[in-house]
């Protein structure tokens, strides 16, 4: 499979330097203290017991949540021979590519990131089935129907902070749809997200510091927002939060930074080696105290969009 050039990237979400600033700091540095898996959003934990090592008990849980996914977009329900038609949202380094490609019930997964080191990354790892683009969703013009479409950690980056919330929903409604017309009838979508739980927004020191220092230019949502533009679009068929998942994951790779720390700072400076270090202490706070929580949205295509009251 060949890879797409690289287009220039325009969303009206992250602004491109944003996304640079934080995932062009370098594949090596990630690679780092992410697990083997190189997923970077929440595993899935229930099961796990809390005595397991990270260097297992981390991709086991980053394995759990990939093929939770799989089973929410309908993977048991493909037939041997038939499989799925698969496109993930912002695919990171190619977690679930990879997942993916081992996974027979997936024939061809396509993968979307806004990420120049990203894109260069998967490029070269030319993945069995998988085909990693860099693009924005917002100019994704596939050429036939998916059967399922994922999203990790991609959907926090769609809305910026200087938005209105009506300025948010219309942005999140844009995503639905486009996903909605992306996908056969039939189609099945999942969405996994941070966001705000028991504060409003991100103000506060700790919101104020990731919002500057480390994700600059993200606003994550609210359930009612994502609910209300979803709704027109696709049916919810399951919805879990686990701050618990999150706060997990931000502690296993608080301690594999520590391990790594003096790899870490030849890579990235004393400096932003201490900014990563109070990022994951600071966001894995925001989400014990329930500030934040993770949402799983299991989401099925509604045949016809529907017509609802404003
Ligand atoms: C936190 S990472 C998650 C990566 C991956 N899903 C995982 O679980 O490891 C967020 C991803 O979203 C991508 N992203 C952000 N905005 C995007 C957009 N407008 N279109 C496509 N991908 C986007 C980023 O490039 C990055 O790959």
Wanted: hydrophobic share 40%; proline share 6%; charged share 25%.
């Amino acid at each position: 499979i060949t890879t797409a050039p690289a287009p220039a990237i325009t969303t009206a979400g992250t602004p491109a330097d944003d996304i640079a600033f934080h995932y062009d700091l370098g594949n090596e540095f990630y690679a780092l203290w992410l697990d083997e898996t190189l997923a970077y959003t929440a595993g899935k934990w229930d099961g796990v017991p809390r005595e397991e090592p990270d260097a297992t008990a981390l991709p086991r849980a980053q394995r759990a949540k990939l093929d939770h996914h799989l089973d929410l977009v309908g993977a048991k329900d493909a037939r041997p021979g038939d499989g799925l038609r698969l496109l993930d949202v912002g695919c990171g380094w190619g977690a679930m590519l990879e997942h993916a490609s081992r996974d027979d019930r997936v024939a061809t997964a396509t993968g979307l990131t806004v990420s120049p080191a990203q894109y260069a990354f998967l490029a070269a790892r030319a993945l069995p089935g998988a085909e990693p683009r860099l693009e924005s969703w917002e100019d994704h013009r596939p050429e036939r129907p998916y059967d399922a479409i994922v999203g990790m950690g991609s959907f926090e980056h769609f809305a910026t902070a200087g938005m209105t919330r009506a300025e948010r929903l219309a942005v999140y409604a844009r995503h639905f749809e486009s996903c909605h017309g992306w996908l056969r009838p039939g189609g099945r979508m999942s969405l996994q997200t941070i966001a705000y739980d028991g504060v409003a927004d991100g103000a506060g020191p700790i919101g104020e510091f990731v919002g500057s220092d480390v994700f600059p230019g993200a606003r994550l949502p609210r359930l009612s927002e994502i609910a209300t533009a979803c709704d027109p679009y696709f049916s919810v068929v399951a919805l879990t939060a686990s701050a618990e998942d999150y706060a997990r994951t931000l502690a296993a790779w608080s301690a594999r930074l520590l391990r790594a720390r003096a790899e870490a700072e030849r890579l990235i400076g004393p400096e932003g080696y201490r900014r990563y270090r109070r990022y994951l202490r600071a966001s894995e706070v925001t989400f014990l105290r329930g500030a934040v929580t993770l949402y799983r949205i299991g989401l099925r295509r509604r045949d016809e969009p529907l017509r609802l009251p404003v």
